[in-house]
């Protein structure tokens, strides 16, 4: 089979879209099958391959003691997948993306050169569309995965969070008239183009039950063309080495106490303030020393690291930036708890990677979370709309029960074994078969209008 994977960002970019692309390219390319990714270029130089160059790896900083401190090497770069770069309009967004231009020629031009048997992709906007054209013009089937609630990353937008912040005023005739055109977007507006964009594709994909059921309920997408199919996770997710985990316990001076780790980019979507005002928490409660390893980079991080001061938790929280994706299995591992207060996620591929680690996860039940977390089973959960201290006593439970810590970490792992990459690609291919076949029987069905709607 040959493939075209379409997608806005990729890296240098690093996030969950790329990361569940690139392992699902080099799994279908594992797997013997012909994959491309069309991706957009960035200023940054990339390489087909993970970057492992030592800026990338945590450096001694003047908050963490140097002594007893040993770089983490980074590992085996993974086999190249051919990408596609298209041409991006220079101005960056939140977060460090930049956006494809989906009238770039070119894109056309590779297409057309190169065969495909179907196309798979990961946004419904800008390459997206590029993908939709491409499918009615070429006659080849499209199928869509459903990343990102687009109605809640509205709040990455600086207006966006003023409304939000001033939802209890009454305000002005204007504010009130911006709170209400923000409710038509969330409510109306996405959902009716994502209803439309799904006409174009012969199948979904769907990465957890609640986000299928938004699909089907909130977006009304045909049930019987949507599939669940999870983003993966590398067999190396499961192989942390014990010397490295030990050098990071050592590191942070937690042989002996409370290590919590929490994965994810620096922006307002993710909810680190609210994860950092439930640490605060923590300490207060729990009165003795603990650490708390923030990976990750993005546009909020240094309003993050102020907030950090603000609360008295420099000697408890660091910031250790992006790493390597490779580079994370240890730092999974070494952790007592993997400790998350996003409400945003469709899956959150860094629950199952902690879950590998045989870490239990403690986090509010938000999207995509309560999909992967079952509370008292391989984690504990904490409502979403319950306050910062009431998540900060559910991370004390789980530390003051050594008996419970145990039971959730052997659930943790059997729970990761259902996300193995193998498995996924696996499904990925049956699903494509499927969608092939569906799709020449719907171009032969006289009347046929699934195909008739154009962005």
């Known amino acids: 089979m040959n493939i075209a994977l379409m997608t806005n960002n990729y890296k240098p970019f690093v996030g969950g879209v790329p990361i569940s692309v690139e392992l699902l390219a080099q799994g279908l390319q594992a797997a013997g099958h012909r994959v491309t990714v069309f991706a957009p270029e960035y200023p940054e130089k990339y390489e087909n ?25 980074a590992s085996t770069p993974a086999p190249a997948v051919p990408v596609f770069r298209c041409a ?9 993306t930049v956006v494809p ?14 065969g495909y048997d179907l196309i798979h992709v990961h946004h419904p906007v800008v390459l997206g569309n590029t993908a939709v054209s491409l499918s009615r013009k070429y006659g ?66 769907a990465p957890t039950g609640g986000i299928r059921n938004y699909l089907t309920e909130t977006c009304g997408y045909d049930p019987d063309r949507v599939a669940l199919l999870p983003t993966g996770i590398e067999d190396a997710c499961f192989q942390a080495d014990a010397e490295m985990v030990r050098q990071i316990r050592k590191r942070f001076r937690a042989e002996k106490i409370p ?26 409660l ?82 995509g979370v309560r999909d992967l977390v079952t509370d008292g089973v391989n984690g504990l959960l904490c409502a979403e709309t319950e306050s910062e201290e009431a998540l900060a006593r559910r991370l004390l439970f789980f530390t003051e029960h050594p008996r419970l810590q145990e039971r959730l970490r052997a659930q943790a792992r059997r729970t990761a ?15 494509y078969n499927k969608s092939i076949a569906q799709y020449r029987r719907e171009r032969t069905r006289p009347g046929a209008g699934v ?3 154009t962005l």
């Not at 231009?101 to 031009?109: F, G, K, S, W």
Request: charge should be positive.
């Open 49 to 73: 391959t993970v970057p492992t160059h030592p800026e990338n790896c945590p450096q001694p900083s003047p908050d963490i003691p140097a002594a007893g401190y040993s770089r983490i090497p």
């Open 88 to 96: 991006a309009f220079a101005r960056r967004f939140p977060g460090g």
């Open 101 to 114: 231009n989906p009238l770039d020629p070119r894109i056309e031009e590779a297409f057309a050169r190169g």
């Open 140 to 205: 080849v089937p499209l199928v869509f995965t459903y990343h990102t609630r687009y109605e809640q990353y509205l709040c990455s937008f600086k207006s966006v969070r003023r409304l939000e912040r001033n939802a209890g005023e009454t305000g002005s005739f204007r504010l009130r008239m911006e709170r209400t055109a923000l409710s038509g977007i969330r409510d109306g507006i996405v959902p009716l183009y994502l209803h439309l964009f799904l006409q174009n594709c012969c199948q979904v994909f």
């Open 259 to 284: 290590l919590f780790l929490s994965v994810s980019r620096m922006a307002h979507e993710k909810n680190i303030p609210f994860l950092l005002r439930s640490a605060a928490c923590f300490k207060e």
């Open 286 to 367: 729990y009165a003795r020393p603990f650490r708390l390893l923030l990976i990750g980079d993005g546009p909020d991080r240094t309003e993050y690291e102020a907030l950090r001061s603000r609360l008295g938790l420099t000697q408890e929280v660091f910031f250790l930036g992006q790493l390597p994706h490779r580079d994370l299995t240890p730092y999974y591992a070494a952790a007592d708890a993997f400790f998350f207060a996003s409400r945003t996620e469709t899956q959150g591929i860094v629950i199952p990677e902690a879950f590998a680690g045989g870490t239990p996860v403690v986090a509010l039940a938000g999207s």
């Open 417 to 431: 074994e259902d996300f193995r990459e193998e498995a996924v690609v696996r499904k990925a291919i049956r699903l």
């Open 451 to 453: 195909w008739e709607f």
